[in-house]
């Protein structure tokens, strides 16, 4: 039988496989990229030296492309400011290892960067380091208390990256979290339970995940390392049992950091959420066309260190004056920097083939090639089947004719927040997830909820409200719950900065 599962590994393998016969002039990716302050950063590992190639970014459909703001340089090179969080495990079984957690510390200092001590064992616990200097660091490392008997690799993840998302940052900086784990848990050994954490990595490609397994060469589970090494597009290190010293571990990340190619581009940013259908495009010197095209993940829009999307209004012009504002309700020509609009009422083709649709400014080249086509094909096929998966592990349902036996239904009435199941009929047969995390039943848009606040569950004909996740305060009709509550219909939910209702 063809399960869903096996159509998104195969359909996965055909976009590889695509992606790797149209890029044959080189190989490449690019782990990290976002949007700041009007200024869209990207990160690309390359296989091969670019030698004076041109970088240029391809907007959308458009096939709009813009000039960098300057040549493309490695992170080492460009004067890039560059950050790690190092998210140390503080289980008991981690208490002989202690030793390979501070040499990776001890080599990673040498580097040019801010540093933050993170430990995890039931709980995520962010350690003061002070100004984040490498000596801060060693001292903050020095008072980790390996003594955990569970521990919570997914949720640490996600905390972990909740935080960096949040945090500060330096114009163009790249983000790093590192992992520290002897992976001996439960949780990891299992795979399927750091999904969310795999999601959650996946979405904001503005930090770069890197994992460090700790062996014992007695203890280890290669499946719980295997695991690991699935999380995120970083570098994936074994420490001992017959893989790398911890010093030699320390340094593959940082030369894995210094060595990607940056380029940054200024664009104006329309609408919310993230950029999509961007590329970036080699030229190699004196060339028309491009030699390597790279796919951008899709890159999230932050604004200092709130995260929160960039207004709607077009980015200044290089003279520093806004762009005035007109009654005319045509819309504007797009201008060199600016994604164009997503609808236009203009034909993409006129009759003498130079009407609608943006055109690239003067002296830029397009890139279509093959790589474009190909890769187009093997993205789509791999977001239909993802797009099978997800129904197929999601619980939430639209009310149809057919209704399981036994389900409730459910009407939805939000008071605050913003969710995406608002005013809809559903029906619960089993369990309703609630959460920020977009493959819960109940989806809200807050910053401030977490990805897996709490759910709702039906037993023995009664329902019954559960608090997943204690760093959000869980009310019902303003009563702090500290176990399952019953549930009545009309009863007011509270979750952090949602509230809502469900009348059955």
Same mark, same amino acid.
């Given at each position: 039988?063809?399960?869903?599962?096996?159509?998104?590994?195969?359909?996965?393998?055909?976009?590889?496989?695509?992606?790797?016969?149209?890029?044959?002039?080189?190989?490449?990716?690019?782990?990290?990229?976002?949007?700041?302050?009007?200024?869209?950063?990207?990160? !690309?590992?390359?296989?091969?030296?670019?030698?004076?190639?041109?970088?240029?970014?391809?907007?959308?459909?458009?096939?709009?492309?813009?000039?960098?703001?300057?040549?493309?340089?490695?992170?080492?090179?460009?004067?890039?400011?560059?950050?790690?969080?190092?998210?140390?495990?503080?289980?008991?079984?981690?208490?002989?290892?202690?030793?390979?957690?501070?040499?990776?510390?001890?080599?990673?200092?040498?580097?040019?960067?801010?540093?933050?001590?993170?430990?995890?064992?039931?709980?995520?616990?962010?350690?003061?380091?002070?100004?984040?200097?490498?000596?801060?660091?060693?001292?903050?490392?020095?008072?980790?208390?390996?003594?955990?008997?569970?521990?919570?690799?997914?949720?640490?993840?996600?905390?972990?990256?909740?935080?960096?998302?949040?945090?500060?940052?330096?114009?163009?900086?790249?983000?790093?979290?590192?992992?520290?784990?002897?992976?001996?848990?439960?949780?990891?050994?299992?795979?399927?339970?750091?999904?969310?954490?795999?999601?959650?990595?996946?979405?904001?490609?503005?930090?770069?995940?890197?994992?460090?397994?700790?062996?014992?060469?007695?203890?280890?589970?290669?499946?719980?390392?295997?695991?690991?090494?699935?999380?995120?597009?970083?570098?994936?290190?074994?420490?001992?049992?017959?893989?790398?010293?911890?010093?030699?571990?320390?340094?593959?990340?940082?030369?894995?950091?210094?060595?990607?190619?940056?380029?940054a581009f200024s664009v104006a940013a329309q609408g919310e959420g993230s950029f999509g259908n961007a590329s970036l495009c080699l030229l190699p010197e004196g060339a028309d066309t491009p030699s390597l095209r790279l796919t951008l993940p899709a890159v999230p829009l932050l604004t200092g260190g709130e995260g929160t999307a960039p207004p709607e209004t077009p980015a200044p012009s290089p003279g520093g004056e806004a762009p005035a504002q007109?009654?005319?309700?045509?819309?504007?020509?797009?201008?060199?920097?600016?994604?164009?609009?997503?609808?236009?009422?203009?034909?993409?083709?006129? !009759?003498?083939?130079?009407?609608?649709?943006?055109?690239?400014?003067?002296?830029?080249?397009?890139?279509?090639?093959?790589?474009?086509?190909?890769?187009g094909v093997g993205l789509a096929v791999a977001v239909l089947a993802a797009v099978l998966l997800l129904i197929r592990r999601s619980r939430r349902q639209d009310l149809g004719e057919d209704v399981p036996p036994g389900a409730i239904r459910l009407h939805l009435e939000v008071l605050e927040g913003r969710c995406d199941q608002d005013g809809r009929e559903l029906y619960l047969a089993g369990e309703l997830t609630i959460g920020r995390d977009?493959?819960?039943?109940?989806?809200?848009?807050?910053?401030?909820?977490?990805?897996?606040?709490?759910?709702?569950?039906?037993?023995?004909?009664?329902?019954?409200?559960?608090?997943?996740?204690?760093?959000?305060?869980?009310?019902?009709?303003?009563?702090?719950?500290?176990?399952?509550?019953?549930?009545?219909?009309?009863?007011?939910?509270?979750?952090?900065?949602?509230?809502?209702?469900?009348?059955?």
């Amino acid at each position: 039988m063809v399960t869903p599962r096996r159509i998104l590994c195969l359909s996965a393998l055909l976009a590889v496989l695509l992606s790797a016969s149209a890029g044959a002039a080189g190989e490449g990716s690019v782990p990290a990229a976002f949007w700041q302050e009007g200024t869209l950063y990207a990160f !690309a590992r390359l296989t091969e030296d670019p030698a004076g190639a041109e970088p240029r970014l391809q907007l959308g459909a458009a096939d709009l492309t813009l000039p960098a703001e300057g040549p493309l340089a490695r992170v080492s090179d460009a004067g890039t400011p560059v950050s790690y969080l190092l998210l140390v495990d503080r289980s008991n079984s981690m208490g002989g290892l202690s030793g390979n957690v501070t040499a990776f510390a001890k080599r990673l200092i040498r580097e040019e960067a801010a540093f933050s001590l993170a430990s995890f064992g039931v709980d995520f616990q962010l350690l003061d380091t002070g100004g984040g200097t490498g000596d801060e660091l060693l001292a903050a490392l020095d008072g980790v208390a390996y003594g955990e008997e569970g521990t919570d690799l997914p949720t640490a993840v996600v905390a972990a990256m909740d935080h960096l998302e949040a945090r500060d940052r330096s114009p163009g900086e790249l983000v790093n979290l590192v992992i520290l784990t002897d992976g001996v848990t439960e949780a990891v050994e299992d795979g399927e339970a750091l999904e969310m954490a795999r999601y959650r990595v996946a979405e904001d490609p503005s930090v770069l995940v890197h994992t460090v397994g700790l062996a014992t060469g007695r203890a280890v589970s290669q499946e719980a390392l295997d695991a690991l090494a699935s999380l995120g597009a970083g570098v994936h290190t074994v420490v001992g049992a017959g893989g790398v010293s911890a010093d030699a571990a320390a340094q593959a990340v940082a030369r894995d950091v210094g060595g990607l190619w940056t380029a940054a581009f200024s664009v104006a940013a329309q609408g919310e959420g993230s950029f999509g259908n961007a590329s970036l495009c080699l030229l190699p010197e004196g060339a028309d066309t491009p030699s390597l095209r790279l796919t951008l993940p899709a890159v999230p829009l932050l604004t200092g260190g709130e995260g929160t999307a960039p207004p709607e209004t077009p980015a200044p012009s290089p003279g520093g004056e806004a762009p005035a504002q007109t009654p005319d309700p045509a819309p504007p020509e797009t201008a060199p920097g600016e994604i164009p609009p997503a609808e236009t009422d203009a034909p993409p083709e006129s !009759a003498g083939g130079s009407g609608g649709g943006a055109a690239a400014p003067a002296g830029d080249a397009l890139c279509l090639d093959p790589v474009r086509i190909a890769g187009g094909v093997g993205l789509a096929v791999a977001v239909l089947a993802a797009v099978l998966l997800l129904i197929r592990r999601s619980r939430r349902q639209d009310l149809g004719e057919d209704v399981p036996p036994g389900a409730i239904r459910l009407h939805l009435e939000v008071l605050e927040g913003r969710c995406d199941q608002d005013g809809r009929e559903l029906y619960l047969a089993g369990e309703l997830t609630i959460g920020r995390d977009r493959r819960c039943d109940l989806v809200f848009r807050e910053r401030s909820l977490p990805p897996l606040a709490g759910r709702i569950c039906l037993r023995d004909g009664f329902l019954f409200l559960e608090e997943l996740d204690p760093r959000c305060e869980t009310l019902l009709e303003g009563m702090r719950l500290y176990g399952p509550s019953r549930l009545r219909s009309g009863d007011v939910i509270s979750m952090g900065p949602a509230r809502f209702l469900f009348r059955f």
